[in-house]
C-alpha cells in the first residue's frame, strides 16, 4: 500500500534529473501516485520525456508559464486526461543571469519584472487553475530559499521574488483553505541544479552551507521525503507554511569557530 496510491497530480519544473522536481517526483511514485510533467520549452522535451515515462507517465506537456493562453490550455488538457486531481508541485524560478550577481541597486526594471513574474505570479494562477480540478480539497507544494528572508549575496533579486513567492503561498493558504486546499513551501537548502548555477559563486556558497548547516547539504531525496509530507494527508490542516529542508544552517547564527581560521567543523 503506497501512500499515494489512488492520488493523482502534477508536477510543473523538471528540466532534467537533478531538478528539485525530479526529487519529488520520485518521491510520489514511489507511494503510487499517478503524476502529469508539465514543462517549460521545447528544448526540454527530449530530457523530460523519458524521465517521465520511468515513473509510468503518459502526460507531458509543454507550459510556459509566462503565458496565460498556454497555462490555460494546458490545464484543459489535464482536466481531459485526469479529470480531476489531488496535489499540485510548483518548483520553478528564473532570472535573467545578469540579475544574479554583483550589485543589487542595477537590478533592471524589466529582470524584477521577469523574476518576479516566473517566480511568484505563476504559482498563483497555477494555483487558481489547478483549484478547478481539486473539488474535494487538494494540497500545493512550491519551492523557496533562505534569500527571501536574509541577505544572500548575488542571489538579489531572486530573494526579493521568493519573499514575494512565500507571501503569496501564505494569501494562496487564506484563500484556497476555503476550497480545503492547502498550499505550503519549502525552503531548500542549497542544492547543484540548473537553475543554481545561474547564480554567482554558487560553488562556494554550497560548500560553505555544508560546513556552517549542522547536517551539512541536502539533496533532491531530501526534498522529496518533505514534499511527499505536506502533499499527503499526514499533514491535513497544515497551511501558509515554509518548511525549512536545510540541514538546520537557518537556525545558525554564526559559523563553528573552527571554521572561522579556515579549520574544518569541530568534531
Ligand atoms: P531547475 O533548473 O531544475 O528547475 C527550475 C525549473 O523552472 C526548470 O524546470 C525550468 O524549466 C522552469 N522554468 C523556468 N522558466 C519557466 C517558464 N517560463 N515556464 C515554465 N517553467 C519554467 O532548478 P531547481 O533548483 O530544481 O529549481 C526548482 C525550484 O527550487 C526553483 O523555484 C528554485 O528557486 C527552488 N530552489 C532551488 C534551490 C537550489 O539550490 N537548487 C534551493 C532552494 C529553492
Known amino acids: ?36 510533467f508539465s514543462y517549460a520549452g521545447e528544448i526540454l522535451k527530449k530530457r523530460v520525456e523519458p524521465l517521465a515515462a520511468s515513473v509510468g507517465s503518459d502526460f507531458v506537456e509543454e507550459c510556459d508559464v509566462t503565458n496565460d493562453d498556454a497555462i490555460a490550455a494546458t490545464f484543459a488538457k ?87 513567492l512565500e507571501a503569496s503561498v501564505r494569501y494562496l493558504a487564506w484563500d484556497l483553505g476555503k476550497d480545503s486546499i492547502r498550499v505550503n513551501a519549502i525552503s531548500a537548502g542549497p542544492i547543484k541544479t540548473l537553475a543554481a548555477s545561474g547564480v554567482s559563486g554558487f560553488r562556494k556558497s554550497l560548500n560553505y552551507v555544508g560546513q556552517v548547516a549542522p547536517m551539512g547539504n541536502v539533496d533532491q531525496e531530501d526534498v522529496g521525503q518533505a514534499a511527499l509530507f505536506l502533499l499527503s494527508d499526514h499533514a491535513t490542516r497544515i497551511t501558509g507554511e515554509v518548511l525549512y529542508v536545510d540541514g538546520g544552517y537557518n537556525i545558525m547564527g554564526a559559523p563553528d569557530p573552527t571554521m572561522m581560521d579556515g579549520g574544518e567543523k569541530s568534531e
Open 78 to 164: 489535464i482536466a481531459d486526461h485526469f479529470g480531476e486531481i489531488d496535489f499540485l508541485v510548483h518548483s520553478i524560478a528564473f532570472a535573467p543571469g545578469e540579475e544574479l550577481g554583483g550589485r543589487f541597486h542595477k537590478t533592471s526594471r524589466n529582470g524584477f519584472r521577469i523574476a518576479l513574474d516566473i517566480s511568484c505570479y505563476s504559482l498563483i494562477t497555477l494555483a487558481g487553475h489547478a483549484r478547478e480540478l481539486m473539488p474535494n480539497g487538494g494540497s500545493i507544494v512550491t519551492m523557496t530559499y533562505y534569500g527571501a528572508e536574509k541577505v544572500t549575496p548575488n542571489y538579489n533579486v531572486m530573494g526579493v521574488a521568493k519573499a514575494a
Open 1 to 36: 500500500m503506497g501512500l499515494f496510491d489512488g492520488k493523482k497530480g502534477l508536477i510543473f519544473g523538471v528540466a532534467n534529473k537533478n531538478s528539485i522536481a525530479w526529487g519529488i517526483a520520485q518521491a510520489l511514485h514511489a507511494e503510487g501516485a499517478t503524476l502529469g
